[in-house]
C-alpha cells in the first residue's frame, strides 16, 4: 500500500471514528476545513499516521507548514516518506 492509500484509509477510519460525514467527494483540491473531520479527527488521524507510517512529518519540520487541502496534507506525508 503507497502512502496516498494509507492516508485515505486512515482518513476514512478518523471520520468514522469521529462519527462525521465527508463533506462531498474527497479530491486533491478538498478543502481540509470542509472536509467533514474536525481537529479531533485530524489528531486522530495524524496519530494513526504515525502509528502505520513510523513517522509524523509535522514534528520533524524546522518550519510549520499548515495544508489547506487534502492534496497538501498527502504531499506533506509522500514527500517525507522518499
Known sequence: MNCREKVLELFFEAL???ES????????DT?????G????GFAIL????EEELGFDP???M???VYPTTFGEF???YENRAK
Open 16 to 18: 468514522e471514528s469521529t
Open 21 to 28: 460525514e465527508l463533506n462531498g467527494e474527497l479530491q486533491d
Open 31 to 35: 478543502v481540509l476545513l470542509d472536509s
Open 37 to 40: 473531520l474536525d481537529s479531533l
Open 46 to 49: 495524524v496519530a494513526r499516521l
Open 58 to 60: 509535522f514534528v520533524e
Open 62 to 64: 524546522e518550519e510549520a
Open 74 to 76: 498527502v504531499a506533506i
